[in-house]
């Protein structure tokens, strides 16, 4: 049943979230954003087996709201990745400047989205 069964080799398909990336949320997300007529139609053909699992529009909203909530966190983890032998990236001078614009972001979000139920519950958690 694996939604990539009828896709070739250079098409996408589904990723999955992993624990020991930071990322992996943001990618995955992002993918199935991308993939969500493909997605729909799987679920539409599998509907018996995947019974409460279906997506409805509601829960693809939040998905792109988290993905665009997320981004901002993408970016500065890729702007802070790499060796600092030449001060260039991942220096500590450039952590606390890019934790205070994520600090910044996360007290704007949660404003922006305190009407909505389940993204507040879940954006309560980052501070």
Known sequence: MALSANCRSTELIVLSDNST?????????KRALKLRDQIDAFSINHRKELEKDLLIEE??????????ILRPFK??????????E????GSLWEGLPALE????????IKTEYSSHKQLAIWLSFLC
């Open 21 to 29: 990336r930071w990322n992996s949320t943001y990618y995955m997300i």
């Open 101 to 108: 614009t994520l600090l910044s972001h996360v007290e704007l």
């Open 75 to 84: 970016r500065v983890t890729k702007r802070l990745e790499g060796r600092a």
């Open 59 to 68: 829960e693809w909203d939040q998905l792109e709201a988290i993905h665009n």
């Open 86 to 89: 030449k001060g260039e990236r």
